[in-house]
C-alpha cells in the first residue's frame, strides 16, 4: 500500500502539475490509450487540473467496447444451444449485442458461467466431457497470453470438447489507424502500460517516425498520468517525436518473454474489425492453424462482421475514437444507462461513458 500511496501523492502531482504549467506555451491534444487510464483521469480530475492549452482525448483502450457485436451476435447464438457451457468473463455478460445479452441468454435457459480464468473453462470442459464448452478469448495483447495457455492446456489435455470464440485485438495498429484518419486531433499518446508490459516497446517507434507523435507508456495512478503528460508535453513543446518509458517499474523494452513465447506459440496476427473503427489490417490475433481445433467459429461457424449496427441514437464509435465525448451524446445518462446500455462503452468498467456516468453525470444531467 506504501508503494501504492506514493503513486497517488497530492504534492507529487502538484510538482508535475507546475512543470508542465512551465513547459506549455500552445495547445496540444493527447489521447490516453486505455479505459483504465480514462477512469484514473475522471476520477481525480486530472483533465481539469492541466492548463486549459492541454486536451485529453478519450481512446478506444477499453476492449469490451470494441468487440464488434457481430462477434457478441455469435456468442449468444452459440450460448444458447442445449449442449454448450459457454463461459465468458462477468464484464462481457451485459454487452448488447444486436438483439440481446449474456445475461439474457442465461436468463432464458443458455448455460452460460462467470470464470475469472480462461483455465476455470479449461476445468470445466476437463468435469464435462459430454458437453461442448467454449471460452469467450476477448481483449488486448494484455488477456492474449493467458487465453493461449487455456488452448496450449486443453492441446496438452487433448480436450475435444473445449474451443474459443476469439475476439483479440493489437494497440498499435489502432493507433496507426486512428492517426491515418483526416479527422484525427491526435498530437501525442499515452500508451496503455499492461500492453507494454506483455509486447514491450519495440512496436511504437515506427508509429512515432511514420506520423511525428510522441508516444509515452502510462501506468494508471494519478501521478503515473501526469507524469506521462508532462513528457509528452515536454516532447511536444521542443519538436521531438520518441517513445519514452514513464512506466519503468513494470515496462520493459523487450516486454515479457514467456508470455510472448505462448502467445506466439497459439496466436498469429489477423486482420481484424473494431466495434466503433471497421476493419483494421492485422490488428488482431488469431488461433493457429495447429490449433484449428479449439476455434469455436470452426465448430459452430464463422462470424459475419458485416451483418450488426448500434442504436441509431448511439454514437459509440464516435466516442470510441475520440471525436465525441460521453456526455455529448443525447443518450448519456438518459436512455443509456450501466442498468440499460445502448452501447458497450456504458457497460464495460474500462468504458468511456461508465466512467463519465460515474463521476460527471450530475453535471449533465437534464442535458
Request: hydrophobic share 40%; proline share 8%; aromatic share 8%.
Given at each position: 500500500?506504501?508503494?501504492?500511496?506514493?503513486?497517488?501523492?497530492?504534492?507529487?502531482?502538484?510538482?508535475?502539475?507546475?512543470?508542465?504549467?512551465?513547459?506549455?506555451?500552445?495547445?496540444?491534444?493527447?489521447?490516453?490509450?486505455?479505459?483504465?487510464?480514462?477512469?484514473?483521469?475522471?476520477?481525480?480530475?486530472?483533465?481539469?487540473?492541466?492548463?486549459?492549452?492541454?486536451?485529453?482525448?478519450?481512446?478506444?483502450?477499453?476492449?469490451?467496447?470494441?468487440?464488434?457485436?457481430?462477434?457478441?451476435?455469435?456468442?449468444?447464438?452459440?450460448?444458447?444451444?442445449?449442449?454448450?457451457?459457454?463461459?465468458?468473463?462477468?464484464?462481457?455478460?451485459?454487452?448488447?449485442?444486436?438483439?440481446?445479452?449474456?445475461?439474457?441468454?442465461?436468463?432464458?435457459?443458455?448455460?452460460?458461467?462467470?470464470?475469472?480464468?480462461?483455465?476455470?473453462?479449461?476445468?470445466?470442459?476437463?468435469?464435462?466431457?459430454?458437453?461442448?464448452?467454449?471460452?469467450?478469448?476477448?481483449?488486448?495483447?494484455t488477456t492474449a497470453p493467458a487465453n493461449a495457455m487455456a488452448a496450449y492446456q486443453a492441446r496438452r489435455e487433448k480436450l475435444p470438447n473445449f474451443s474459443m470464440l476469439v475476439?483479440?485485438?493489437?494497440?498499435?495498429?489502432?493507433?496507426?489507424?486512428?492517426?491515418?484518419?483526416?479527422?484525427?486531433?491526435?498530437?501525442?499518446?499515452?500508451?496503455?502500460?499492461?500492453?507494454?508490459?506483455?509486447?514491450?516497446?519495440?512496436?511504437?517507434?515506427?508509429?512515432?517516425?511514420?506520423?511525428?507523435?510522441?508516444?509515452?507508456?502510462?501506468?494508471?495512478e494519478p501521478v503515473d498520468v501526469l507524469q506521462g503528460v508532462y513528457q509528452c508535453v515536454k516532447q511536444l513543446e521542443e519538436g521531438r517525436a520518441e517513445v519514452e518509458n514513464?512506466?519503468?517499474?513494470?515496462?520493459?523494452?523487450?516486454?515479457?518473454?514467456?508470455?510472448?513465447?505462448?502467445?506466439?506459440?497459439?496466436?498469429?496476427?489477423?486482420?481484424?474489425?473494431?466495434?466503433?473503427?471497421?476493419?483494421?489490417?492485422?490488428?488482431?490475433?488469431?488461433?493457429?492453424?495447429?490449433?484449428?481445433?479449439?476455434?469455436?467459429?470452426?465448430?459452430?461457424?464463422?462470424?459475419?462482421?458485416?451483418?450488426?449496427?448500434?442504436?441509431?441514437?448511439?454514437?459509440?464509435?464516435?466516442?470510441?475514437?475520440?471525436?465525441?465525448?460521453?456526455?455529448?451524446?443525447?443518450?448519456?445518462?438518459?436512455?443509456?444507462?450501466?442498468?440499460?446500455?445502448?452501447?458497450?462503452?456504458?457497460?464495460?468498467?474500462?468504458?468511456?461513458?461508465?466512467?463519465?456516468?460515474?463521476?460527471r453525470r450530475l453535471e449533465h444531467a437534464g442535458r
Open positions: 500500500m506504501n508503494h501504492l500511496k506514493q503513486f497517488r501523492d497530492p504534492d507529487a502531482a502538484q510538482t508535475l502539475l507546475a512543470a508542465i504549467r512551465r513547459i506549455v506555451t500552445r495547445p496540444h491534444a493527447v489521447m490516453e490509450i486505455c479505459g483504465g487510464q480514462t477512469h484514473a483521469i475522471l476520477k481525480y480530475g486530472l483533465d481539469r487540473l492541466l492548463p486549459d492549452e492541454i486536451t485529453l482525448i478519450h481512446g478506444p483502450g477499453c476492449p469490451v467496447c470494441v468487440t464488434p457485436a457481430s462477434v457478441l451476435d455469435k456468442a449468444h447464438e452459440i450460448a444458447a444451444r442445449p449442449e454448450v457451457i459457454f463461459c465468458s468473463f462477468g464484464d462481457m455478460l451485459r454487452v448488447p449485442g444486436t438483439h440481446t445479452d449474456l445475461f439474457s441468454v442465461k436468463a432464458n435457459g443458455g448455460d452460460v458461467r462467470v470464470v475469472y480464468s480462461p483455465l476455470d473453462a479449461v476445468k470445466i470442459a476437463r468435469e464435462n466431457p459430454s458437453r461442448e464448452v467454449i471460452f469467450f478469448a476477448i481483449g488486448f495483447e475476439s483479440h485485438m493489437r494497440v498499435p495498429p489502432a493507433m496507426e489507424a486512428l492517426l491515418a484518419s483526416p479527422d484525427c486531433r491526435v498530437q501525442g499518446f499515452l500508451a496503455a502500460g499492461h500492453v507494454c508490459a506483455v509486447m514491450g516497446t519495440e512496436e511504437y517507434p515506427p508509429i512515432a517516425d511514420r506520423f511525428h507523435v510522441p508516444i509515452v507508456v502510462t501506468g494508471f514513464a512506466y519503468a517499474r513494470v515496462v520493459r523494452r523487450g516486454g515479457n518473454p514467456a508470455a510472448l513465447r505462448i502467445l506466439s506459440d497459439v496466436f498469429e496476427p489477423s486482420d481484424q474489425f473494431w466495434r466503433g473503427l471497421g476493419l483494421i489490417p492485422a490488428s488482431g490475433f488469431r488461433l493457429r492453424d495447429e490449433y484449428a481445433e479449439y476455434n469455436a467459429e470452426t465448430k459452430f461457424g464463422a462470424v459475419d462482421h458485416a451483418s450488426s449496427a448500434e442504436p441509431d441514437e448511439c454514437i459509440s464509435g464516435l466516442i470510441l475514437q475520440g471525436a465525441r465525448e460521453p456526455h455529448q451524446c443525447s443518450a448519456f445518462a438518459k436512455s443509456c444507462t450501466p442498468e440499460h446500455p445502448l452501447g458497450a462503452p456504458m457497460v464495460s468498467s474500462e468504458g468511456a461513458c461508465a466512467a463519465y456516468y460515474r463521476y
